[in-house]
């Protein structure tokens, strides 16, 4: 079975300063998609960026980035000029290539300082 | 277009009662998972509904139990409630197999 690991309870960033939270996970599968979700107090979960496995090039989506290791099944987020909106918790997740269940890590508190 | 919606978003049982809640999916979205969130055991797949077919499931009791309609509209039901399923519902839609898109969930209490 797949798992997700958070190692990260709770990171803490200065506001404008750069962050990465860490992830690795552990499947016999070689193609597959990775995720980082986010969860602010709403709530309400929202999709930060993806990234397919068969893609060598890191997903980046505007102050967002990842750095994927498939072979070390290393998955991190790195969140550049933190903004106080960013303050959430977040999670990593799993997906088969094929059907659309999630397994998620435990998550990661991110608080952001003014 | 409208998002994902879930109802109620609230709700209070006691143990030994029975609940549904109701989860509509984008309009052109005809796969619906739902997970339960806790703190203890974190965010847990349920099952997936895709064309009103069951597709996947998680490891949950059979008192766990859900539906689809042919508007894809989706609801799950959990029957016999105990303490421990008081948690956070999510569901979530996507097209075939493409990004999910979570609702805001249903706050389920059981007293």
């Known amino acids: 079975a797949q798992t997700v690991t958070q190692s990260q309870p709770e990171m803490s960033v200065q506001e404008a300063e750069t962050v990465t939270l860490s992830c690795t996970y552990d499947t016999s599968e070689s193609d597959y998609y990775l995720f980082w979700y986010k969860q602010p107090p709403s709530r309400q979960m929202i999709l930060v960026i993806r990234q397919e496995a068969y893609k060598q090039q890191n997903a980046t989506e505007n102050r967002f980035s990842v750095n994927f290791q498939k072979a070390a099944k290393s998955f991190s987020l790195k969140i550049s000029d933190s903004q106080l909106g960013d303050a959430a918790m977040y999670f990593c997740a799993y997906r088969p290539l094929y059907g659309n269940k999630l397994v998620f890590g435990a998550g990661t508190i991110l608080r952001v300082k003014s | 277009k409208a998002g994902v919606t879930q109802t109620p978003r609230y709700l209070i049982k006691t143990r030994g009662q029975q609940v549904t809640l109701s989860c509509s999916p984008i309009s052109g979205h005809r796969s619906v998972s739902w997970y339960q969130q806790t703190p203890g055991q974190g965010l847990q797949f349920l099952f997936e509904y895709f064309s009103e077919t069951q597709r996947n499931k998680g490891n949950f009791p059979g008192r766990f139990s859900g539906r689809q309609f042919s508007n894809s509209r989706s609801e799950m039901n959990v029957s016999t409630l105990e303490l421990g399923d008081s948690a956070l519902y999510l569901c979530?839609?996507?097209?075939?197999?493409?990004?999910?898109?979570f609702g805001p969930g249903t706050r389920l209490t059981v007293l």
């Open positions: 979530a839609s996507s097209q075939t197999m493409g990004e999910q898109f």
